[in-house]
């Protein structure tokens, strides 16, 4: 069975960084085309990125220059850090597995004005 377990969200200042990972269970991350999404109150969910199975990164146009998204394959894990965050990235994160359409539990990120 397949699992997808976040972590690393939290509390962090306008300007600061988060590294969002993504624990897969079940298969193996190398694989496998996975994204991030968020969704924030009142809103859709929408992507902020995803990798296909070749490793090809795609990006949202609001987190462009701002976000990486990479996989660990030792540790098969899917990676997001973001870097010069602002209140408007709030939202819960949530890591997503294309192949078995299956969703983590998500992960908050607030950041403060």
């Known amino acids: 069975q397949v699992q997808l377990v976040e972590s690393g969200g939290g509390l962090v200042q306008a300007g600061g960084s988060l590294r969002l990972s993504c624990a897969v269970s079940?298969?193996?991350?190398?694989?496998?085309?996975m994204g991030w999404y968020r969704q924030a109150p009142g809103k859709e969910r929408e992507l902020v990125a995803d990798i296909t199975a070749v490793g090809r990164p795609n990006y949202a146009d609001s987190v462009k220059g701002r976000v990486t998204i990479s996989r660990d394959s030792a540790k098969n894990t899917v990676v997001l850090q973001m870097n010069s965050l602002s209140p408007e990235d709030t939202a819960v994160y949530y890591c997503h597995s294309y192949r078995y359409d299956l969703w983590g539990q998500g992960t908050q990120v607030t950041v403060s004005s």
């Open positions: 079940g298969s193996r991350v190398s694989i496998n085309a």
